[in-house]
């Protein structure tokens, strides 16, 4: 897929708004949109959000907007939607798992179908590629949910949807359980910093461009 001269929204969390850089420049959405002459990158990162809706309300109202809610409000002519989340469901949230049947965004599973179903309805005919949430150093909940369900959920949803999946939990190359990569690439566990803002903006476009 050719990416010179598209306009691309960005959906994501506190990673896609560059939480982690040193700057706005050094996000991944801005270089890919320098590196391959984008018309433009609309950047829709809020720290903190979920794909499902929190039960009991976060100090900060910002991190309540979730994703589902925030699909109306992106640039309807965008060429290309990316969507990168779901670390937050797992980490913070208070939504359950839930089952895939359910269709609401009280659950994860129900969110993943209700922001896949609202980007197709927004977006028919457009490509929307939804990424993975990366590996983090906690990955494993005392209730014993694991990251990797949630990773799976998401790439079980979109494939009953038939939209695309970059699996960067899998393929990103940043594992910051190992200590010389989390120092290099994410040195807080979490946020990717410049040096991994690059990977993600690498591995990102090249996917896209594969398309």
Known sequence: MELQGKIINFLGDSITEGCGTTGIEKRFTEIIQKNHNLCKANNYGIGG???ARKRVPSENPKWDEDFCSRVEGMDENADIIVVFGGT???GHGDAPIGAFEDKTNDTFYGAC???M???LNKYPGKPIIFLTPLHREDEEKPNG???AQYVDI???TARYYA???CDLYAESGIQPRLPVIKEKFCPDGLHPNDAGHLI???KIAGYLIKL
């Open 88 to 90: 937050n469901d797992f």
């Open 200 to 202: 993600l903006a690498q």
């Open 117 to 119: 179903e609202s980007l």
């Open 49 to 51: 959000t979920r794909f």
């Open 113 to 115: 179908r209700v922001l």
């Open 145 to 147: 949910e694991k990251l």
């Open 154 to 156: 998401i790439k079980e």
């Open 163 to 165: 939209l695309p999946v």
